[in-house]
C-alpha cells in the first residue's frame, strides 16, 4: 500500500499531539490524594464508559488514514500476442443490398467474413465500415466474439443516408488504424487489409493514392470482389 497525500501527516500529526496533550490537562485531577484513594477503592471507570473515547480515537485514526489517500499499486502487464493485424473493409453501399443468390450481397460478404475471422484465431482482426465516408467499427482485437458481434449488426441500413462506394475512404481509415497501432507500440507479424466491394468507386479518396501509401507502409492489401460486373473495380484488382 502507498499513500498518494503524505504531507497531511505534518498537519495532522501535531494536531493529534495538541489533543492528547489538551486531554490528559483536563484529567489532571487524578493526581489528586483523595480522588487516588476512591479510585483504587471502586476501580477505575466502566469500559462502557470509555467506549466514546476508544470511538472517538478510531475516528480520528481511520479520517487521517484517509486523509492520507492510501492505494494499492496496480501493475497492468500488457499481453502481446505474435499474430497479425488485419483490417476487414466492408462496402455498405446501397448496391450491397441487391440480390445474390438467395440472399443479398451484404449477407453473402457477412457470412465469408465470419468464416474467415473465425479461422484466424491467432490474429487481432478489426473491422471498417464505409459508403460515402468510411468508420472504424472495431479496431484489431484477438476478441473476435464481440467483433462477430458488431459484424451481424452492420448492415446497407447502417449507413441508409448515404450510398455511394467510397473505397479509398476505407483503405484510409484502415491505414490509419495501422500507423495509430505502430505509434503505439503494439507489435504484430504484419498488417493486412481485406476489402470487400462490390463495385467500381465512385467517391471521396482516390483509392489507387491509398494503395500506394498501404504499400509504402508495408501492408497487405486483398481485394474481395463482390458480384462485380465485367471491368468493375479492375484498376483496384490490379493494384493490391
Do not use: C
Request: aromatic share 10%.
Amino acid at each position: 500500500m502507498t499513500f498518494q497525500h503524505l504531507q497531511w501527516i505534518y498537519v495532522a500529526v501535531p494536531l493529534l499531539l495538541i489533543a492528547v496533550a489538551v486531554r490528559f490537562w483536563r484529567r489532571h485531577y487524578w493526581g489528586h490524594s483523595l480522588v487516588q484513594h476512591l479510585r483504587e477503592e471502586i476501580g477505575g471507570p466502566s469500559p462502557i464508559l470509555r467506549m466514546p473515547t476508544i470511538l472517538e480515537g478510531a475516528a480520528v485514526g481511520f479520517l487521517l488514514v484517509a486523509l492520507l489517500g492510501p492505494v494499492y499499486p496496480l501493475v497492468l502487464n500488457r499481453i502481446e500476442r505474435g499474430g497479425l493485424q488485419i483490417m476487414i473493409v466492408l462496402d455498405l453501399s446501397q448496391s450491397m443490398e441487391e440480390s445474390l443468390g438467395k440472399g443479398t450481397r451484404i449477407e453473402a460478404v457477412k457470412v465469408s467474413a465470419t468464416e474467415f475471422i473465425k479461422r484466424r484465431p491467432g490474429d487481432a482482426i478489426g473491422l471498417v465500415v464505409f459508403s460515402n465516408s468510411s468508420y472504424l467499427v472495431s479496431p484489431a482485437t484477438f476478441d473476435h466474439e464481440s467483433l462477430l458481434s458488431y459484424l451481424k449488426l452492420v448492415n446497407v441500413q447502417t449507413l441508409v443516408n448515404e450510398g455511394y462506394t467510397a473505397i479509398g475512404e476505407g483503405l484510409a481509415t484502415a491505414q490509419d488504424f495501422f500507423v495509430f497501432s505502430r505509434e503505439h507500440g503494439r507489435r504484430a507479424k504484419g498488417q493486412v487489409i481485406v476489402l470487400f466491394s462490390d463495385g467500381n468507386d465512385n467517391y471521396g479518396r482516390d483509392p489507387m493514392k491509398e494503395l500506394e501509401k498501404a504499400r509504402q507502409e508495408g501492408t497487405r492489401i486483398y481485394f474481395i470482389g463482390v458480384a462485380l460486373e465485367p471491368g468493375a473495380s479492375q484498376q483496384i484488382a490490379e493494384g493490391v
